[in-house]
């Protein structure tokens, strides 16, 4: 059994009824390709001067709910755990994110159903992992891009069916109880008795195809039954080990009084509508947290269970079972197509949608257009465009490359996991480097293909040229005699044209042999000062730091420092940026808001007009352009370097953004999301350089509305 939080695990599974450990499958698929066509057409552009948002990837994902349209077996939709709905109309080649069917970012949509009378109606469920703040049900009328709310506000909706023989009727299975609609989710009412003991912490449902009365509905412990369409409700579980958790309920569609059931104890079968259970044998004990059923229309007897262990397929009802997919795979769904033969999807935790052609035998990836990366970290190589390194979250590869603007995305690794990084970096040695979160640094060695820990720190000096000769190559320098490995937490790394610098609670590290060893930099009397972030020019003469105390800048190369503080009601400063063609711009992120300074960081201003006043995730700026990610959700774009904002419109715009990032092309950033993946941002027409109000972008949204920047 589980909490009545629902939730499920880690933070994108469903229900573990058991601790398990999930194993990730090797991507045999490194190198993973976006048709330049598909781009096109998921680029969500309006016109010349409109907003773009062009989706970059990785693809894949975490693919929650799959749903077909019954009336057009080849048009399906997607659920995602952040209330997001994808639509595809061949059969899962091909995917668009639609909309969001809840706003809130942590939404899971756990079913999605199409009214058979108008393909343009939809249904779907949700619950939250703020299990205070519920969920609800949820309708659209113009096929899944706009959604409104259709009851059950507040109520975390765990399942949701339609009756097959009166759409018109929709029944909800809620933390604490069980609701119907008879007018299609314009009203609802319980039909589980009130504070009932066993009737609550419903997980699953299934209506009689002939009968609406008759609802099947599983809960966190046993499966019950109602005849009279709520009235009275009876316990069916003979047969079924006690405490069994139904977490999918399926009705045969060739002989409805045939009944499967999933749990936390095994798959069952009923051939008599519920009355007697039979466990259904040949799946591994590990292998029975079943989080749906699928059935192939045209060959009842071949029945799918998705697993966290893989997807297994018996072609005899039950009686034997055989997995047709890796052990690692964690399958949340499972859909047979039946306008064509041998096709089956599953939406799979991290890998998104995998698709197959001969009866679930052999899969391949089908996450065209699906681009649901969770994003921690993201580096950019400003000496060639186009090369981005991005830190996922939940994902069996956890960092991948591309070299060309996500056309093409390759696995970095082994070596690293993602829990193990805080900053990810493009040297100048062409390498990429993380910094990690228990201290030290990681190089990525192209030709062994890992990541290996480097960098060393020179006793007690404080002058580099005294232990390492200059000109001499990273592969023929040698450890410092008396030199320690670096250990300390680097905050942050910044890299001028012959030193390279690092930010850490013990003070400024520099190195002049691409970070084989690194030196103490005093700054000012101070050797020890904590730091949180560092900048420097490309030719080494101005140093800005950022330490707890305030900021710290040096206009020749270290040799003098100067204190700058910011607003007492900054709250003091996180990250410093600076803008590469003006030096006397810079921006930075305090506790309180985003600051700005035009005269070299004498004088401060907070930039309040149009921003809010919550705390800032990320910034980035290219010319008079600046973008601002909330730590809070939403990107807040400036077209007169952050004089005056406007909340970027549109529904992807009111995401949450790990961080932005500028590109080097006029007018245009990078904002990496936490849910969906890395997008070029763009108003195209918009100079770089531009300060004239009358050239400022209309700002326009997916849905077709524009609103003028301020």
């Not at 009802?317 to 047979?336: F, K």
């Amino acid at each position: 059994m589980r909490n009545e939080s629902g939730w499920r695990g880690k933070s994108h599974s469903l229900v573990q009824c058991q601790p398990a450990a999930v194993r990730y499958l090797p991507l045999c698929f490194m190198t993973m390709r976006i048709a330049g066509a598909f781009l096109a057409l998921a680029t969500l552009v309006a016109s010349a001067q409109g907003q773009t948002w062009t989706p970059l990837g990785p693809p894949g994902g975490d693919a929650r709910t799959l749903a077909a349209d019954p009336a057009r077996p080849s048009r399906l939709f997607l659920g995602t755990v952040d209330g997001h709905i994808f639509g595809s109309e061949d059969s899962g080649a091909h995917w668009m994110l639609l909309g969001r069917a809840s706003s809130r970012p942590d939404a899971v949509i756990t079913a999605i159903v199409v009214d058979p009378r108008d393909e343009n109606v939809l249904f779907a469920s949700s619950w939250t992992r703020d299990s205070a703040a519920g969920g609800g049900v949820f309708r659209s009328t113009d096929s899944g891009r706009t959604w409104s709310g259709a009851g059950l506000t507040g109520q975390a909706v765990r399942a949701l069916a339609m009756a097959p023989s009166d759409p018109n009727v929709l029944v909800a299975g809620t933390l604490d109880g069980v609701y119907r609609s008879l007018d299609a989710s314009r009203s609802w009412s319980r039909i589980s008795p009130e504070h009932h003991e066993e009737l609550r912490n419903f997980d699953s449902l299934a209506v009689d195809p002939h009968d609406s009365n008759v609802i099947y509905a599983g809960t966190f412990h046993l499966p019950w039954k109602t005849s009279d369409g709520g009235r009275s409700w009876h316990p069916v579980h003979e047969g079924m080990i006690d405490d069994s958790d139904v977490m999918s309920l399926l009705i045969d569609g060739a002989d409805s009084r045939r009944i499967y059931a999933s749990a936390c104890s095994g798959i069952y079968r009923s051939d008599d509508n519920a009355a007697q259970w039979r466990k259904i044998q040949g799946i591994p004990y590990t292998a029975r947290r079943t989080y749906a059923i699928g059935q192939d229309p045209k060959r009842p007897d071949n029945v799918y269970a998705a697993t966290s262990e893989g997807l297994w397929k018996t072609e005899d009802g039950g009686r034997t079972w055989r997995r047709t997919t890796p052990e690692s795979w964690v399958v949340n769904s499972v859909i047979v197509a039946s306008g064509n033969p041998g096709k089956v999807l599953i939406g799979t935790e991290e890998l998104g949608v995998m698709a197959s052609e001969d009866g679930g035998e052999h899969f391949e990836d089908s996450n065209t257009g699906f681009e649901h990366r969770q994003i921690l970290a993201l580096g950019l190589d400003a000496r060639r465009p186009g090369r981005i390194l991005a830190l996922l979250a939940h994902a069996s590869e956890p960092l991948l490359a591309t070299e060309d603007y996500g056309r093409n995305w390759t696995a970095l690794g082994p070596g690293l996991r993602a829990e193990q990084a805080l900053g990810v970096y493009a040297a100048p040695d062409e390498a990429w480097w993380v910094s990690l979160v228990r201290g030290g640094l990681m190089r990525y060695d192209s030709g062994k293909n890992r990541w290996l820990q480097v960098g060393r720190v020179a006793g007690d000096s404080l002058e580099l040229n005294s232990h390492a000769s200059r000109g001499r190559s990273k592969s023929e320098s040698k450890p410092l005699k008396g030199s320690q490995p670096l250990l300390d937490v680097v905050s942050d790394m910044a890299f001028s044209s012959n030193l390279w610098y690092a930010a850490t609670p013990g003070g400024l590290l520099v190195s002049e042999d691409q970070g084989t060893t690194w030196v103490h930099k005093p700054v000012g009397p101070l050797t020890s000062l904590p730091l949180q972030s560092v900048r420097v020019s490309a030719n080494g003469r101005q140093i800005r730091v950022v330490s707890m105390r305030g900021l710290v800048f040096s206009e020749d190369a270290g040799k003098s420092w100067t204190w700058h503080d910011l607003p007492l009601m900054s709250g003091g400063a996180l990250t410093l940026d600076t803008l590469p063609n003006d030096e006397n711009t810079l921006v930075a992120i305090a506790r309180n808001g985003l600051y700005i300074s035009r005269d070299a960081g004498t004088t401060w201003e907070q930039a309040a007009s149009g921003l809010p006043s919550t705390p800032v995730q990320s910034f980035a700026a290219t010319g008079t352009v600046f973008g601002a990610a909330m730590r809070t959700g939403g990107l807040y774009v400036s077209f007169d370097s952050g004089r005056t904002w406007a909340h970027a419109p549109g529904k992807l715009a009111d995401g949450f953004f790990s961080a932005v990032a500028p590109s080097n092309k006029p007018g245009v950033i990078f904002a990496a999301s936490a849910t969906e993946g890395l997008y070029e941002v763009d108003w195209p027409g918009l100079s770089a350089t531009d300060t004239n109000p009358s050239n400022r972008p209309i700002l326009q949204t997916t849905d077709g509305n524009t609103s003028q920047s301020h």
